[in-house]
């Protein structure tokens, strides 16, 4: 059933090694100019819950560049696809569309979670201290493995760069802002945070929080995650199938 | 061996393939020929699991390919018209993607590389990124990727396309050998002497109708041998001889620009669609 998963997932990987560098320098940038500047602009000045606004953040970060990463296989897709036409090379091999589905979205996590552990090592640079535990890790790749298996149907469906690129601006980008990863939903009135509760990020968000603090994760979190994650893996292989015409 | 029967494709209600039916047997090689359009690269898309057929059928090695398209696309080595490889990524590298994705274990993905890139000649560049080849050399790893899991069939889509004359010399070469080792071959192209040259059997498509298949030498025994071709005169028709001499004779009473040549197999073409294969 998941023929050829390991060979997908291989060549990403052999992808992933020879820009490594490259790779992990771009996915440094960003959290780097939110540390700097949130750490720095907003300083101890602002807090919540008895914690400084890094703290509050870097979990935050770490849920939303789980996302972004995840979601950035469609790009790689995308150029396999349009530019180099690799994707013709695993269509005619005797790979099942679920094992297609499987390489990529664990190669979505792979990146997830290796730009994860750049952010929590660039946050202990700035004194920022949190438990990077089981369950932190559980809920990173949870959120890594929804948005990625989300990124192989889409990377599907598009016909070009620029529908992958206007459909990123239009609902990652928002969602990474507004997921609760730069301030607590509980803060917003009633109605704005029970819309915003609905956004996967959302939760994934309060799951990696709760776990950087220590705290009992809410299953709920994660039964949600693990959930969605399912459903986008089969909307992922219905759009592979139909992806062969 | 694989056999084709009444194969039918249909996009956006434009009939591309109109029930094409051929069979191609182990160390044949079977060339299709036709114009942009005519159905050439769907054929060989449906062969190799790329695209679903509407109707029809295809028996590879007696048994049917559509009932069981993982085992069929396992036994079936494509060379894309594009060249599709991992540009970033060694020789090497782009052959172990394949042996993976086709199941070869490590042993044996070891061993068809070694003798694949002897075989096309570029064992020297085993490390060198693709990014980095010619393009004859980027053919010539395709083929030798297309052949990592020893296929049954080879399909190669216009594989000399856009080659310089010695290069696809080199790659002809490569195609012999393939046959001569026991293969299926299909192969489409735009380039006459190409299938004059490989082919066992040509098959002349024609939006989407097969229009004729046989021998080239069979194709081409009612024109004779020889042809007046007038040059950039639509309006004067190519006139066939079978004796050089005879064509000659005729050539000295004419005006205007014109060559007298072999016949060809785009004149069998021609003469069966009423239309050249550009």
């Given at each position: 059933m998941m023929r050829g998963w390991s060979a997908v997932f291989y060549r990403e990987m052999l992808i992933l090694r020879r820009r490594l560098w490259r790779l992990a320098l771009s996915m440094s940038v960003s959290p780097l100019l939110y540390l700097l500047a949130f750490g720095f602009a907003l300083g101890k000045a602002a807090g919540f819950e008895g914690r400084t606004y890094l703290e509050f953040l870097v979990p935050g970060l770490a849920a939303m560049s789980s996302m972004t990463q995840a979601w950035s296989i469609a790009s790689e897709i995308n150029i396999a696809r349009?530019?180099?036409?690799?994707f013709e090379e695993i269509q005619a091999a005797p790979v099942s569309a679920a094992g297609y589905v499987l390489g990529e979205t664990l190669a979505g996590v792979v990146r997830a979670l290796m730009a994860v552990g750049l952010i929590l090592g660039l946050a202990r640079l700035f004194g920022v201290h949190l438990e990077a535990g089981p369950l932190l890790w559980a809920g990173v790749f949870l959120n890594a493995f929804l948005f990625a298996a989300l990124a192989v149907a889409m990377a599907m469906l598009v016909k070009s760069h620029a529908d992958q690129s206007m459909i990123s601006s239009l609902v990652i980008t928002p969602m990474a802002f507004l997921g609760g990863t730069f301030f607590p939903?509980?803060?917003?009135?009633q109605w704005a945070a029970a819309t915003l509760s609905l956004l996967p990020l959302t939760h994934a968000a309060r799951a990696v929080r709760r776990a950087a603090f220590g705290q009992p994760g809410d299953p709920l979190d994660f039964l949600l995650l693990a959930g969605l994650g399912l459903a986008a893996f089969l909307l992922a292989w219905a759009c592979v199938r139909r992806a062969r015409d | 061996m694989i056999a084709l029967h009444d194969l039918r494709k249909e996009y956006s209600g434009r009939?591309?393939?109109?029930?094409v039916s051929f069979e191609i047997a182990g160390g044949e090689i079977f060339a299709l020929l036709g114009?942009?359009?005519?159905g050439k690269t769907t054929t060989i898309r449906i062969l190799s699991g790329l695209t679903r057929a509407d109707g029809g059928s295809v028996v590879l090695d007696g048994r049917d390919a559509f009932l069981d398209p993982l085992w069929a696309r396992s036994r079936c080595g494509l060379v894309a018209?594009?060249?599709?490889?991992?540009?970033?990524?060694t020789v090497a590298e782009n052959l172990e993607i394949h042996g993976r994705l086709f199941g070869l274990d490590r042993i044996r993905r070891r061993e068809q590389t070694a003798r694949l890139l002897d075989y096309v000649e570029l064992a020297d560049r085993?490390?060198?990124?693709?990014?980095?080849?010619s393009g004859g050399m980027k053919r010539r790893v395709t083929i030798a990727r297309s052949l990592m899991h020893e296929p049954g069939v080879l399909l190669l889509d216009?594989?000399?396309?856009?080659?310089?004359p010695n290069i696809r010399r080199r790659i002809w070469a490569l195609i012999k050998r393939i046959q001569a080792d026991g293969a299926a071959v299909l192969l489409t192209t735009h380039y006459i002497e190409e299938a004059e040259y490989l082919a066992g059997r040509v098959a002349f498509l024609d939006q989407g109708q097969l229009k004729a298949v046989d021998t080239p030498a069979n194709l081409m025994?009612?024109?004779?041998?020889w042809a007046f071709d007038p040059l950039h005169d639509e309006t004067r028709e190519t006139v066939f001889f079978e004796e050089r001499e005879a064509a000659n004779e005729y050539a000295a009473g004419q005006t205007g620009a014109f060559m007298v040549r072999r016949v060809n197999l785009e004149d069998a073409f021609r003469a069966m669609t009423g239309r050249g294969m550009e």
């Open positions: 349009f530019y180099y036409k690799i939903l509980d803060r917003l009135p | 009939e591309a393939l109109r029930g114009p942009n359009g005519a018209q594009t060249i599709n490889l991992d540009q970033d990524l085993r490390d060198t990124p693709v990014r980095q080849l216009e594989p000399t396309v856009g080659l310089d025994r009612p024109f004779g041998q």
